[in-house]
C-alpha cells in the first residue's frame, strides 16, 4: 500500500462516505449506470455468487443482475440508500454490512464489485474480507464512472464548478489501493456518452458527497451556478438536453490459491 490509501481515516472523509443518504433520491435519478459491456468484462464466465459492496441504490447491481443468471447479494451499510435499492430490484438480497465486515460467510462468491466505492473503504481491511468472501480463484472487480475531461467545453465547465474546493477529489482514478492476496490488476476503459436535462445535472451535482457536505447556502451557490451553466453556455442555450461524457475505468484482479 502506499499514501493513496490513508484518507479513509480522515474525519471528512468518514463523514463524506456516510453521507449519500441525504441525497438519495437525487442520486437514485441522476447517477449513471454503467455500460452493459464493461459489466460484462468484469463478470468472469463461471460467476455465479456475485457480491456487491457498496452498492448504494443498486447502479452496478442493476448491471449485474441484467448479465443473466446470477445470484446477487447486495452490501450496503446506509439504511435508505438500500432501501432504495431494494425497492428498485426487489429480486437482490440486500444485507446491512459494510466492505470490511459484511457478515457473509467464508468462500461464498465467485466475484466481489465495487461500484464507484474502493475509495470510501480502508483498502487492508476491505481486502481481508473481499479474499475471506471469494472462493480460490475468485475475482475482485472494481468500476468507476469518470466525467472525461476535455472533449466538451460545457462538460469541463461543470466539472469545474462541482469539483471547486474539494479536498478529497477522487475523480482521476489511479491503480486502487489493496492488500495482499490478489493477483496483480487487469484494466479497461470504455468511453460513452449519456443525454442528460437541465434537472438531471442539477440533481447530478446535488448527489455528490462534496455537495451533499457543504452547507447549505454554499450547496445552493454551487447548484445556482450549474442551472446558470445551462441558460447562458454557448452549446446548451436552448437545448433541451446535452451528452454529457464519460469513461469508464475498470479493474479486475483474482484471489490468489491459498
Known amino acids: 500500500m502506499d499514501d493513496r490509501g490513508k484518507d479513509w481515516r480522515s474525519e471528512l472523509h468518514l463523514t463524506r462516505s456516510s453521507s449519500f443518504g441525504r441525497s438519495v433520491d437525487a442520486y437514485a435519478s441522476a447517477r ?78 465467485d466475484l466481489v464489485t465495487v461500484g464507484q466505492a474502493w475509495h470510501w473503504f480502508d483498502p487492508l481491511s ?55 492476496g490478489l493477483g496483480p490488476w487487469e484494466r479497461a476503459t470504455f468511453g460513452w456518452r449519456r443525454t442528460i436535462r437541465p434537472d438531471e445535472l442539477r440533481r447530478l451535482a446535488s448527489s455528490r458527497s462534496h455537495l451533499i457536505a457543504m452547507s447549505p447556502p454554499d450547496r445552493d451557490c454551487l447548484l445556482a451556478e450549474v442551472d446558470a451553466l445551462w441558460r447562458t453556455h454557448p452549446d446548451l442555450v436552448g437545448r433541451s438536453s446535452a451528452e454529457l461524457p464519460y469513461v469508464t475505468r475498470c479493474w479486475r484482479a483474482t484471489r490468489e490459491q491459498d
Open 32 to 109: 449513471p449506470t454503467y455500460p452493459a459491456e464493461a459489466v460484462a468484462w468484469l463478470v468472469p464466465e463461471h460467476a455465479r455468487d456475485v457480491v456487491d459492496l457498496g452498492a448504494g441504490t443498486g447502479k452496478l447491481t442493476a448491471g449485474l443482475a441484467a448479465t443473466g443468471d446470477l445470484r446477487i447479494t447486495a452490501v450496503e451499510p446506509d439504511d435508505t440508500m438500500r432501501a432504495a435499492l431494494t425497492a428498485a430490484l426487489p429480486e437482490v438480497t440486500a444485507v446491512a454490512g459494510t466492505a470490511e465486515a459484511t457478515g457473509l460467510p467464508d468462500a461464498s462468491a
Open 126 to 180: 476491505a481486502t481481508r474480507e473481499v479474499t475471506r468472501v471469494l472462493r480460490p480463484g475468485g475475482r475482485l472487480a472494481v468500476v468507476w464512472n469518470v466525467l472525461l475531461e476535455g472533449e466538451l467545453d460545457w462538460a469541463d465547465a461543470y466539472f469545474e464548478i462541482v469539483h471547486r474546493g474539494d479536498p478529497l477529489d477522487y475523480s482521476r482514478t489511479e491503480d486502487p489501493v489493496v492488500g495482499p
